[in-house]
T-cell receptor, first 110, second 117 residues
Framework: DAKTTQPTSMDCAEGRAANLPCNHSTISGNEYVYWYRQIHSQGPQYIIHGLKNNETNEMASLIITEDRKSSTLILPHATLRDTAVYYCIDPTSGTYKYIFGTGTRLKVLA | NAGVMQNPRHLVRRRGQEARLRCSPMKGHSHVYWYRQLPEEGLKFMVYLQKENIIDESGMPKERFSAEFPKEGPSILRIQQVVRGDSAAYFC???????????????FGPGTRLTVL
């Protein structure tokens, strides 16, 4: 079972920032935190990953707490197309054996 | 720059038949992973292969399931004598790097939806 904890669902108004939290309290050492999303029933789509520092790319920002036990994915200006299930991958799952939890079902509202 | 390709996208089989799912990794990727997703659940790791080798099959049922990644051609996930409980979406992912400490970005295909009647 995944050792990450995410809210089951969240709503966000279109154009507003969506902040999706994830607890990964068992993280240690040099384990990366990965975020993916799954739109409808498509294959998971990579969003972002990080180790210690905050990260930003064209899709999102990732804020990792100093103790690395939790992180927040930020979609700065959510659109309807961002409606999806967002997965924080269990960083203790190893370098290749991704463990997906149940994720957060984000619904962006018009 | 083609992504990970999977075929067929949809597969219907009757109980007892065989299902063959194919996965072509991204160009230059020699590491392939198979995951299964039951309805309303997250993806579950099944097997990790490098060219001609099975590295980790700990998530794959011991019976009826097998996987291969030959030197030439796509990776194949084979399910013999399918049962209704095998109905699921099967996703393949590939990566460029050899699995190493900490970092391993995987790129996923669109999946094959298997329905067992």
């Amino acid at each position: 079972d995944a050792k990450t904890t995410q809210p089951t669902s969240m709503d966000c108004a279109e154009g507003r920032a969506a902040n999706l939290p994830c607890n990964h309290s068992t993280i240690s050492g040099n384990e990366y935190v990965y975020w993916y999303r799954q739109i409808h029933s498509q294959g998971p789509q990579y969003i972002i990953h990080g180790l210690k520092n905050n990260e930003t790319n064209e899709m999102a920002s990732l804020i990792i707490t100093e103790d690395r036990k939790s992180s927040t994915l930020i979609l700065p200006h959510a659109t309807l197309r961002d409606t999806a299930v967002y997965y924080c991958i269990d960083p203790t799952s190893g370098t290749y054996k991704y463990i997906f939890g149940t994720g957060t079902r984000l619904k962006v509202l018009a | 720059n083609a992504g990970v390709m999977q075929n067929p996208r949809h597969l219907v089989r009757r109980r007892g038949q065989e299902a063959r799912l194919r996965c072509s990794p991204m160009k230059g990727h020699s590491h392939v992973y198979w995951y299964r997703q039951l309805p309303e659940e997250g993806l579950k790791f099944m097997v990790y292969l490098q060219k001609e080798n099975i590295i980790d099959e700990s998530g794959m049922p011991k019976e009826r399931f097998s996987a291969e990644f030959p030197k030439e051609g796509p990776s194949i996930l084979r399910i013999q004598q399918v049962v209704r409980g095998d109905s699921a979406a099967y996703f393949c992912a590939s990566s460029l790097r050899q699995a190493s400490v900490g970092y391993n970005e995987q790129f996923f295909g669109p999946g094959t939806r298997l329905t067992v009647l």
